[in-house]
């Protein structure tokens, strides 16, 4: 069955009652109650909202959400991949039933496959009178900034470290989603309210807007900015296809996904595959690559797909039959390969066994020509469990597991029990013995201050941060 509601069909339902104080919430499900706390407003709703999505899990349906506060009645719908959306336009104090669904497009039965915490994709409601929707707190109402002209103001909470606190600009995005910064720091895409597209350069102006042509939360995540036809573009995956628009805007060219497709974004392009088969994007369709017996695909660069062994070279294959086979060089004090770790962004990971003894080799391998551009001693157990993602993997550090290694001079260092998140800049972000920290390629620790937002990536020089529903670009120090 597919994910789209189908009208015939009655939905569970959810009742949602905010207290006034906004510190608590009582949720109805089948009869049963049960009351969610937060210490502000928005951590009760979000609270609430889990509770929602995680029923909707249980039962792998879709469920209605009657949300009341003091302001007002909305009626949502939340999905079992954790997805929140307005099922139609509701005044305050209104209750409305969905609107018909007899024209909108079928979903084809895709099952998405979303990581992490549940995604609130709430919308921006905009009737009469542009009515913003409250169920979440509203965005502060200032609009983008439009570009660096305007002078510098304080950013209203601690700056993570290595950035000052001022403000160069800002945005508003819509509730729920997260902004998306391209690896080479030159774009930024966001999804703002009203369910508009906008695109950024590095100095902070809107290079354009575009509706999206899908209803909120009818997206797989949130847009990323990857290479197409040769040239930058902002990706949107729906259930059914993807939406791809060129830097320079316009309409999107969509490609279609068969049902079974799961798009990967481990490389600079987008590899798609299905339980048989494994496609890149080209040309506003999908050109299937034949992988060679015994290997797997990895990631996609332009229309090639870097495919990998356990313990071998690996090889770059395109639409066309061609192939290029890619040996790693040894790293020094290494001995014979323990195998392939993973291949991320323009990388291939690879294990060594030590020349002498029984310690291990990590190392960043080119994956064009196999050349080692990063690598440090390591024990080959401090690497079990470690994840296949690709944000950690900067121009300048990278992390894989507990290591942070420094891209320009291939050194690095162990960091035990750090989980990364993100590298911006000569930092890695993430989590340290249930703290937030940016770890330097040397070691170094630092602590993120009470109150201080991870960087979402690196626009330029700024960094961008994310803070109840508004993007700001700051400064290094």
Do not use: K
Not at 385 to 412: C, K, M, N, Q
């Amino acid at each position: 069955m597919s994910r789209a509601s189908r009208p015939e069909h009655s939905r569970p339902t959810v009742v949602i009652v905010i207290a006034p104080d906004e510190r608590s919430a009582e949720i109805s499900i089948e009869g049963h109650r049960q009351i969610v706390t937060g210490q502000a407003p928005r951590e009760t709703r979000r609270a609430a909202l889990d509770v929602a999505t995680g029923y909707a899990a249980g039962i792998g349906r879709p469920v209605l959400v009657d949300a009341r506060d003091a302001n007002g009645f909305w009626r949502l719908v939340a999905t079992p991949d954790g997805v929140v959306q307005a099922a139609d336009t509701v005044e305050p104090g209104r209750p409305q039933a969905p609107r018909p669904e007899e024209g909108r497009r079928g979903r084809r039965g895709r099952v998405p496959l979303i990581a992490g915490a549940a995604v609130l994709a709430l919308a921006l409601i905009v009737g009469a009178g542009a009515l913003t929707l409250r169920f979440l707190p509203e965005a502060p109402a200032t609009p983008a900034s439009g570009g660096t002209e305007e002078a510098a103001e304080p950013l209203p909470w601690p700056a993570p470290p290595g950035f000052a606190g001022t403000v160069v600009f800002d945005a508003e995005v819509a509730p729920g989603t997260e902004p998306r910064v391209s690896r080479d720091g030159e774009l930024l895409s966001v999804i703002a309210p009203g369910d508009q597209l906008h695109l950024y350069d590095a100095e902070g102006e809107r290079l354009w807007a575009a509706d999206l042509p899908v209803e909120t939360g009818e997206s797989l995540g949130i847009p990323h900015i990857v290479r197409y036809d040769g040239a930058p573009a902002v990706v949107l995956e729906t259930a059914d296809a993807l939406l791809f628009w060129s830097e320079e805007g316009g309409a999107p060219d969509r490609v279609d996904l068969p049902d079974d497709a799961v798009a990967q974004y481990a490389g600079e392009s987008v590899l798609v595959r299905t339980d048989e088969d494994d496609f890149v994007p080209v040309g506003g369709e999908l050109r299937e690559v034949e992988v060679p017996g015994g290997a797997a695909s990895m990631l996609a660069e332009g229309d090639r797909v870097l495919t990998a062994v356990v313990d071998g070279p690996w090889v770059w294959v395109d639409p066309d039959g061609g192939s290029t086979e890619v040996h790693a060089q040894r790293p020094e004090g290494a001995g014979e390969m323990d195998r392939v770790l993973t291949a991320l962004r323009e990388y291939v990971i690879v294990l060594w066994r030590s020349a002498e003894g029984d310690g291990s080799h990590m190392a960043f391998h080119d994956g064009q020509n196999g050349a080692v551009v990063a690598a440090i001693e390591v024990d080959a157990s401090d690497l079990e469990g470690a994840g296949y993602a690709s944000w950690p993997i900067g121009t300048r550090t990278a992390s894989y597991g507990p290591t942070v290694v420094d891209l320009e001079s291939g050194d690095g260092s162990v960091v035990p029990g750090f989980a990364a998140e993100i590298a911006v800049g000569d930092q890695v972000f993430g989590e340290l013995d249930g703290r937030s920290v940016a770890v330097r390629a040397d070691g170094t620790v630092s602590d993120l201050p009470e109150g201080a937002e991870r960087p979402q990536g690196l626009l330029g020089d700024n960094a961008v941060v994310l803070h109840d529903d508004h993007l700001y670009a700051i400064p290094p120090q």
